[in-house]
């Protein structure tokens, strides 16, 4: 008797994304790979994203939030409704290639082992001009503890195909079930965190990423499936070095990431490696905190609440280090390109 084919579901989390919805919905219709369910977590302050949404894609479930619950509760509310045993979460600003969910799945299916896989990422220009500029082929991290996606604005050579990143980018991730319900933290049902909760946003990928790594779930980049990137190719347009690029982004990204970025450190990563590349971490803070000191005081908004979180990280960082089947050994050059 065969096995009943896994379900695969799309959950996607709107903010604003009027302009975004009629081509993302598009691709998702003209997908090769059956979707057998698409979830829409609405953070708009007015129906519009969702009236939208539903024209363009009727089949599609819509919960219209009261408040905005963000990135991390917004897809954590998205998976929790899921029926899928594939999960793939989208950004708005998203065009995939027809194929790209069929080959995402296919990964899945014959390697029981991932956990998490990724498309390669391009930029997409305006005018939704597709191009062959990088947005991202994978999270990787320095000794510091610099995280970063591979190839982000370069030209695509096929320089990077069979390269395993740490991790991936939360643009777009088709997640194993198993996988998530195993890295979850907290208790069962709707209290489940896939994503932490208290992260809010930024930095979410790469903790999840330490997560599935921990519990030896392998990550994988398929370089044959393809979708395009809005936002970050306006942000790849606008830069001009990191003083600038950093005084485009307001001081709640830049507090936030700044918060998180330490959070992730402190959950997931083993003494041993922290001791081990102390020099590089600590230099690295140094000269972060210098440089916040000196021209974006208002990073430092995050201390509080940083230091409020600690007590919950801590907690955090004992049960998924204990539950951890991995050495810090291996820890360590899964994360160095």
Not at 253 to 272: A, F, M, Q, T, Y
Not at 287 to 313: H, N, Y
Request: proline share 4%; aromatic share 12%.
């Amino acid at each position: 008797m065969n096995k009943p084919e896994k379900k695969l579901a799309v959950i996607v989390v709107l903010y604003n994304g009027e302009k975004y919805i009629p081509n993302l919905c598009a691709t998702l219709k003209k997908q090769t790979e059956t979707i057998d369910e698409v979830i829409v977590v609405d953070n708009s302050p007015n129906n519009l994203s969702a009236e939208i949404f539903k024209n363009c894609y009727p089949q599609a479930v819509i919960y219209k939030q009261q408040v905005n619950l963000d990135f991390c509760r917004g897809y954590n509310f998205g998976l929790q409704k899921s029926h899928g045993d594939y999960l793939l979460i989208l950004n708005q600003d998203l065009i995939l290639a027809e194929n790209a969910m069929f080959l995402l799945k296919q990964a899945l299916v014959k390697n029981p082992n991932l956990g998490a896989v990724s498309p390669k990422l391009y930029c997409l220009q305006a005018g939704q001009e597709r191009s062959i500029i990088l947005d991202s082929m994978g999270i990787f991290g320095t000794k510091a503890r610099c995280f970063y996606n591979l190839g982000e604005g370069k030209q695509d050579h096929n320089q990077y195909q069979n390269i395993a990143p740490f991790g991936i980018s939360g643009t777009a991730i088709l997640f194993r079930k198993e996988a998530l319900i195993d890295i979850a933290l907290n208790g069962g049902g709707e209290k489940q965190e896939y994503f932490d909760a208290d992260f809010v946003a930024y930095k979410d990928d790469i903790d999840l990423a330490y997560r599935l790594r921990h519990r030896n779930w392998q990550i994988a980049l398929v370089p044959e499936a393809v979708m395009y990137h809005e936002r970050k190719a306006q942000e790849l347009k606008a830069t001009k070095g990191v003083f600038k690029d950093r005084q485009l982004k307001s001081w709640r990204i830049r507090s936030n990431s700044w918060r998180n970025h330490l959070w992730v450190l402190l959950k997931n990563e083993p003494w041993e490696n922290l001791l081990r590349h102390s020099p590089w971490i600590l230099w690295y803070e140094l000269k972060k905190i210098i440089f916040i000191l000196f021209f974006e005081p208002s990073t430092l908004r995050c201390l509080p609440s940083f230091f409020k979180g600690l007590k919950k990280m801590l907690k955090k960082r004992r049960a998924i280090l204990n539950s951890s089947e991995i050495s810090a050994q291996q820890l360590r050059k899964s994360i160095i390109y």
